[in-house]
Nanobody, 125 residues
């Protein structure tokens, strides 16, 4: 699976952005999918994850809960991260990732086998 993330940009605090992650291949629906982010000088951290198939299970980091929404469209081989009420501390490179092994979506980077190249989100105050 190859992943291509897009949708990042520069916005002011309080604005919204929607990130997309397009997967190649026909097995996207069988993968749990996650979003992670890495701010300058910090480790890559979990943001959100969604289960394979219908995406009935979702998990969020506490820092984004209530503001971000993860979803998937298997017909388009695409996962989304809707980001509302953005804050300067959301500034980071955002990565999407896929995991075929885990029973449920994981918050752990080590669970994910495939990673996209990242898209930069900058939120100014």
């Amino acid at each position: 699976v190859q992943l291509q993330a897009s949708g990042g940009g520069w916005v002011q605090a309080g604005a919204s952005l929607r990130l997309s992650c397009v997967a190649s291949g026909r097995t996207f629906s069988s993968h749990n999918t996650g979003w992670f982010r890495q701010a300058p000088g910090k480790e890559r951290e979990f943001v959100a994850a969604i289960s394979r198939g219908g995406g009935t299970t979702t998990y969020y980091a506490d820092s984004v809960k209530g503001r971000f929404t993860i979803s998937r469209d298997n017909a388009r081989n695409t996962a989304y991260l809707q980001m509302d009420s953005l804050k300067p501390e959301d500034t980071a490179i955002y990565y999407c990732a896929c995991d075929q092994k885990s029973i449920s979506p994981s918050w752990s980077r080590s669970s994910y086998d495939y990673w996209g190249q990242g898209t930069l989100v900058t939120v100014s105050s």
